[in-house]
Antibody, heavy 118, light 107 residues
Framework: EVQVVESGGGLVQPGGSLRLSCATS????????MDWVRQAPGMGLEWVAR????????EYAASVKGRFTISRDDSRNSLYLQMNSLKTEDTAVYYC???????????WGLGTLVTVSS | DIQLTQSPSFLSASVGDRVTITCRAS??????LAWYQQKSGTAPKLLIY???TLQSGVPSRFTGSGSGTEFTLTISSLQPEDFATYYC?????????FGGGTKVEIK
């Protein structure tokens, strides 16, 4: 059974940092690109970042580029998101997602809430 | 960036109704479009990928069609568990983008 479990969310002040983690199991992690997607309270879905399998190359949304860093540890089947210089507008539920190799995300975690507030 | 425009943004319908949601892309995206269903307080669930392929386990009353710039999601006979918000998404190019969502509510 595929499992995707995020952790690391919480309350942080503007300008602060936070590191999200995503533990996965039940599939061959090295065969899949992985992404972070977020959803601000009462709002729609926003893609944040991608790390490709094999090459580990990355892509970012313009809103987080230069502040967030996505990474993966294939030995631990885990995905990470280092978030620096956080802004109030980064407040959201952050989801870890698996690209099913079908131009879509077939597995999502339950999400972890990040609140940026003073 | 590729903009995805969903319509309508809100839909009121009854159980048993046929419902159609449209997603228009600002430029051609081939068939690289997916549809997701999200119920309140839960993570999105993949319904359709590659514009028209039903994800395993999803009821056959959901169908997707289209290519290029115009896509539709149809629910042939709305069931009580289908009341939710639906999003289209493109992975044809970066940044990956979503439509604004269509909230389907009970009439």
């Amino acid at each position: 059974e595929v499992q995707v479990v995020e952790s690391g969310g919480g309350l942080v002040q503007p300008g602060g940092s936070l590191r999200l983690s995503c533990a996965t199991s039940g599939f061959t992690f090295t065969d899949h690109h992985m992404d972070w997607v977020r959803q601000a309270p009462g709002m729609g879905l926003e893609w944040v970042a991608r790390v490709r399998c094999k090459s580990h190359t990355t892509e970012y949304a313009a809103s987080v580029k230069g502040r967030f860093t996505i990474s993966r540890d294939d030995s631990r089947n885990s995905l990470y998101l280092q978030m620096n210089s956080l802004k109030t507008e980064d407040t959201a539920v952050y989801y870890c997602t698996r690209d099913g190799n079908t131009y879509s995300w077939d597995y999502w975690g339950l999400g972890t809430l990040v609140t940026v507030s003073s | 960036d590729i903009q995805l425009t969903q319509s309508p943004s809100f839909l009121s319908a009854s159980v048993g109704d046929r419902v159609t949601i449209t997603c228009r892309a600002s430029q051609g995206i081939s068939s690289h479009l997916a549809w997701y269903q999200q119920k309140s307080g839960t993570a999105p669930k993949l319904l359709i990928y590659a514009a028209s392929t039903l994800q395993s386990g999803v009821p056959s009353r959901f169908t997707g069609s289209g290519s290029g710039t115009e896509f539709t999601l149809t629910i042939s006979s709305l069931q009580p568990e289908d009341f939710a918000t639906y999003y289209c998404q493109q992975l044809n190019d970066y940044p990956i983008t979503f439509g604004g969502g269509t909230k389907v509510e009970i009439k």
